[in-house]
């Protein structure tokens, strides 16, 4: 006969103001095998506790019912109280959630409390099927993975590396820095934003404990936290990393002269062999070779001819390696709206003076494709009327996307005052939904931008069209009750921040959740606003969402805190909570194999006596280590020789039957 | 005696002569004109009762496993049965160099207490084998047919008439588990049914029993199934046991296919234990 004790908590009144306590505690003492019951105002709190560990020593209790939040909460407190101070092992608990799932959703204590003997009933028909678990240390390789090296990749693997740990910085893209090096100045300091991210660049290069992978993916992570095995494709450079010097002799000689360049958004062209602007990083040339004349029709091979050092290599091929990691940190950012697409009104893309953000970005940068003078793209002219609308995209739930790229607001302000500091005759107009400026320094910089000249309407633009030369503006000032038409050189199209390409597919890969917008899913959004709900995969930057570059790198900062403090603890706790397999049931199907996210089911030979004869079958096997206990494997398991321990079919079965029958 | 018996016994004879196998599975006459019953042959003289023609309406694979531990087997295969030998293999009961597959393209086959076609054969979608090692004479045309027809007939009624269809298909069940017993995807050592496990499925003789057990065990084959309908042949309450069948089978074409139908690709895994990043998952 086992001994249970039942605890039921009151949470103040969050529990008691709509389930009557009492009357809990005194059906939870005429259920089977129930020899002890209390109840407790804060059973979280340190005389709580106690009080639990005191009743659970004295009355010699084996089996422990504790009826208050969700298990999320507060159930491994409880464990770890019954393991030191109690003689009870900690799998001898099960949490019945009388609040989050009883006391907070219902009003009345007429419906609360049945309710809440029901889920204490349950919990005690479970509790009694329960078996001992035990844990073990699982040592932790102590090397992180950075998958995207934008700024908040970059500062998460250099945070990561300082503490000591060996990092790899894995980009798909040819150079690390992400978007920032592209972006001029950033607000509101105004100070150049290459200058202040390609030092963070050169740093992460030179840094002995960080290995940087451009042109790479991540193809499979299988494993679990504190042991990834994580498998890169290095896609082919065909440029020999080790002997190119980086001189450039190979770009200025490539015929291919005519590819529009990523880095300066397609306004000015860039060669087959190349690098995408000067302070890359590495500071190699590598081929593209869907442009390469060589890779593609087989003839030209100049660039092999004028590289003094021998680096190219156009029979170079994809490497693909598998590495252990401790920890991962995804921080693969975000890309701009394909807002030609889904804005015709705007031109969709016609016209070749409406531009986006990111384009103004390289217009009015000195190292840009106009070397810092405004000039519109299609002549080459000043423009003297500039229309920046705003929320392209953004909080447009019917063509583009529902939420506030929180960035926009602020470089929008920070064109205008650019725009009107280069052309000081020229006129801005801004079209605003919100001017949203929370943050240091924000409001005061948008405030300085209204002095600057700039005019802000409040309203949308619904058409842009071309008379004249002139873009023509019409949109509503709502503030005025007017319908106004602005006539303008340029539109900047202030554009939605969205998941980039290929989020999905990393998503699956990583095994992390995305939310509905597609970003990648934290933990909790206030208490664990940088993990996430895989263990040991820490989220950086706008790959959670949009964010500015302060934000950014102040989430890299924490998510690397977050992995360093897995790698320097040195090992994890295996959780006991994982399959077992009944091998007498088991006829060696293998379904529980093909399912098993984790890789962690396999199928071995056994050797047994059955029926006096010895066979020799095949099972399935699990590594503790892999097993993640989520429970796939159970339902695959068709004769049901695949159990979880801890939730095992007869435990979940007297739930039910206890709910069904009472 | 028809072409293709001769040419079976023939190649049994010769595959038990040389040792090439142990034993070869197939047909031999029963007392009646028609009857006609899986047999195993492990002797030349035995081979010279087997027997292909158009009343061997039993599925002849699932014996083979049986017999494994007599060496390497020989099965004579028609579609049905070459797609159990997939099957097998896929859930890992057989080895491909276990088994001899003389295949041998299906004429159809007749029902032989009336003389029609049976009705699992007249919902095939595959007669040639889709694997063997030797062939029983020239390939016969697919037939061209819908084998969902009944399951669209079905889904015409109101739920209320597809639940009193249920009522009373159950109510007729006996629970003999003579379907689980031919059903080439049945091959777990102890069946849920045979478990001792309280709460779980019970020995009274109910509707509702049989439900939880018909529903089940559709749900338990449904995505391997092979549609050889023999579980709704070798019925003896003549239930529509296929429906549930073309309905997962079709509902997985719909949702990950083109899905051709368990057993016609030598290697698992089937659809719903397969994981790829593009899979559906409208409901996260």
Not at chain 1, 64 to 85: D, G, Q, T, W
Not at chain 1, 146 to 155: N, T
Request: with cysteine.
């Amino acid at each position: 006969m086992s001994r249970i004790g039942v605890f039921v908590c009151r949470c103040g009144t969050n529990i008691a103001g709509t389930v009557d306590v009492d009357a809990v505690a005194q059906a939870a003492s005429l259920m089977p095998n129930v020899v002890y019951v209390d109840t407790n105002k804060y059973t979280c709190s340190d005389p709580g506790q106690a009080s639990i560990a005191e009743a659970i020593n004295e009355n010699n209790l084996d089996h422990v019912v504790i009826a208050s939040c969700s298990p999320r909460m507060h159930e491994a407190l409880f464990r770890k109280l019954l393991a030191e101070k109690t003689n009870v092992n900690p799998y001898q608990l099960e949490i019945a959630n009388i609040r989050e799932q009883c006391s907070w959703v219902h009003k009345d204590k007429a419906i609360g409390t049945p309710k809440a003997i029901e889920l204490v009933a349950m919990a005690v028909a479970k509790v009694d099927s329960n078996v001992d678990l035990h844990t073990t240390q699982i040592p932790v390789t102590r090397r992180a993975l950075v998958i995207g090296a934008g700024i908040a990749g970059i500062q998460a693997a250099l945070d990561i590396a300082d503490a000591g740990f060996p990092v790899t910085l894995v980009e798909r893209e040819t150079t690390i820095g992400g978007k920032m090096p592209m972006l001029d100045k950033t607000f509101p300091t105004m100070d150049c934003s290459a200058c202040i991210c390609t030092p963070k660049m050169s740093e992460a290069a030179a840094h002995p404990n960080i290995t940087i992978k451009t042109l790479s993916e991540v193809e499979k992570v299988e494993g679990y936290v504190g042991n990834f095995d994580v498998t890169i494709r290095e896609k082919a450079k065909y440029v020999d990393y080790d002997k190119c010097t980086g001189c450039g002799q190979c770009e200025e000689k490539c015929p291919q002269r005519k590819i529009p360049s990523e880095f300066n958004q397609g306004l000015s062209f860039r060669t087959a062999v190349y690098k995408p602007f000067p302070q890359a990083v590495p500071s190699k040339s590598t081929i593209d070779p869907a442009h390469c004349r060589m890779l593609t029709k087989g003839t030209c091979g100049v660039c092999s001819k004028v590289c003094q050092a021998g680096a190219i290599n156009y029979d170079d091929v994809d490497r693909v390696t598998t590495e252990r990691y401790g920890a991962i940190v995804v921080a693969t950012g975000y890309e701009l709206i394909n807002w030609a697409n889904i804005y015709p009104e705007y031109g969709g893309g016609r016209y070749p003076d409406v531009i986006s953000g990111l384009q103004f970005e390289r217009l009015v940068n000195a190292s840009g494709p106009t070397e810092g003078h405004v000039l519109r793209p299609s002549d080459r002219k000043e423009p003297k009327t500039v229309v920046i609308i705003k929320c392209v995209g953004s909080r447009d739930p019917h063509k583009g996307v529902s939420y506030c790229s929180r960035a926009c607001c602020m470089y929008a302000a920070k064109h205008a005052h650019q725009y009107l500091d280069k052309v000081p005759d020229g006129r801005c107009y801004v079209f605003y939904m919100d001017v949203r400026c929370a943050g240091k320094g924000y409001d005061e910089f948008y405030m300085r931008t209204l002095q600057d000249g700039a005019i802000y309407l409040h309203g949308r633009v619904s058409r842009i069209y071309e008379r004249d030369g002139k873009l023509v503006c019409v949109g509503e000032d709502t503030l005025s009750d007017q319908v106004v038409s602005v006539n303008a050189d340029m539109v900047v199209l202030e554009t939605a921040m969205v998941p980039p390409e290929g989020a999905g597919t990393l998503a699956t890969t990583v095994n992390i959740q995305r939310g509905p917008e597609g970003w990648f899913t934290e933990a909790h959004p206030k208490l664990r606003p940088v993990e996430t709900n895989t263990a040991g995969v820490y989220l950086a930057g706008t790959a959670q969402g949009p964010k500015d570059i302060p934000d950014t790198v102040a989430q890299a900062g924490a998510a690397a805190s977050k992995a360093i403090g897995l790698l320097c603890r040195g090992y994890i706790q295996s959780n006991p909570m994982i399959t077992h397999i009944d091998t007498a049931k088991c006829s060696g199907c293998g379904a529980c194999v093909d399912i098993c996210p984790y890789g962690a089911l396999s199928l071995v030979e056994m050797t047994a006596r059955e029926n006096s004869r010895k066979v020799t079958r095949v099972v399935a096997e699990v590594n503790a280590g892999l097993c993640q206990g989520c429970g796939a494997c159970t339902v695959a398991c068709r004769p049901g020789a695949a159990d979880l321990l801890g939730f095992g079919d007869e435990g979940i079965m007297q739930e039910v039957e206890t709910y069904a029958y009472r | 005696m028809n072409d293709a018996t001769q040419i079976v016994r023939e190649r049994a004879t010769a595959l038990l002569a040389d040792g090439t196998v142990a034993a070869v599975v197939g047909w031999a006459a029963g007392r009646g004109d028609h009857d006609r019953h899986v047999f195993v042959a492990r002797t030349p003289e035995e081979a010279a009762l087997l027997v292909a023609d158009q009343y061997c309406g039993a599925l002849a694979a699932k014996r083979v496993l049986s017999l494994l531990d007599e060496g390497k087997i020989a099965l004579v295969a028609r579609g049905c049965e070459s797609r159990a030998v997939n099957r097998f293999m896929a859930d890992r009961q057989l080895k491909r160099d276990q088994v001899h597959v003389i295949g041998w393209p299906c004429p159809g086959m007749l029902d032989p207490a009336t003389g029609d076609a049976l009705k699992r054969c007249t919902e095939c979608q595959r007669r040639n084998p889709v694997l063997s090692d030797e062939v029983v004479g020239d390939p016969v045309p697919e037939p061209e047919l819908d084998r969902f027809a009944e399951l669209e007939r079905f889904e015409q009624k109101t739920p209320e008439e597809r639940r009193a269809f249920f009522q009373d298909m159950y109510e007729s069940c006996i629970r003999c588990y003579a379907c689980r017993n031919a059903c080439p995807c049945c091959t777990c050592r102890v069946c849920f049914v045979d478990q001792e496990r309280v709460g779980w499925m019970g020995e009274e003789f109910t509707a509702d029993q049989a439900r939880y057990y018909g529903t089940v065990r559709a749900f338990h084959t449904g995505d391997r199934c092979i549609e050889c309908g023999e579980c709704q042949r070798v019925c003896p309450q003549h239930l529509p046991l296929m429906l549930l069948m073309h309905k997962q089978v079709r509902d997985i074409d719909g949702l990950f296919g083109p899905y051709p139908g368990g057993g016609m690709e030598p290697e698992g895994p089937d659809p719903l234990r397969t994981y790829h990043t593009d899979d559906l998952e409208e409901f996260m």
